[in-house]
């Protein structure tokens, strides 16, 4: 019913910017929230940031002032810019779209397929 198709990951240096984008497509009346959790190995996946369809954002603690959330409602596209990455960023990162379903106007949410980010020297 809905694609998400993720880009921009990567190997990046301590210190080196990455930025993620997220384009969803398919049987979409609105976008209601969209955001971006990560997962690293042997830890559960844990929110990143999100950001609703009026632009409020929300960010883990621990991304706070290094990473920023955007997106664009026309193309359904939801990006994270992130700036002075730690090794401890190290994950796969994960987009996930909360949506209005078209003609069943039925709301629900779906994951992308993943990224991976690696900091390292």
């Keep these: 019913q809905v694609q998400l198709v993720e880009s921009g ?3 990046v240096q301590p210190g080196g910017s990455l930025r993620l ?3 969803a497509s398919g049987n979409i009346f609105s976008t209601v929230v969209m955001g971006w959790y990560r997962q690293a190995p042997g830890k559960q996946r844990e929110l990143v940031a ?3 369809s009026g632009g409020t954002t929300n ?3 621990s991304v706070k002032g290094r990473f920023t959330i955007s997106r664009d409602n026309a193309k359904n596209t939801v990006y994270l810019l992130m700036n002075s990455l730690k090794p401890e960023d190290t994950a796969v990162y994960y987009c996930n779209v ?6 069943t106007i039925i709301r629900d949410d779906f994951w992308g397929q993943g990224t991976q980010v690696t900091v390292s020297s």
Excluded: E, K, R
């Design 9 to 11: 990951g990567g190997l």
């Design 21 to 23: 984008s997220c384009a």
């Design 50 to 52: 999100t950001i609703t």
């Design 59 to 61: 960010y883990a603690d």
């Design 98 to 103: 909360d949506v209005i379903l078209a003609v």
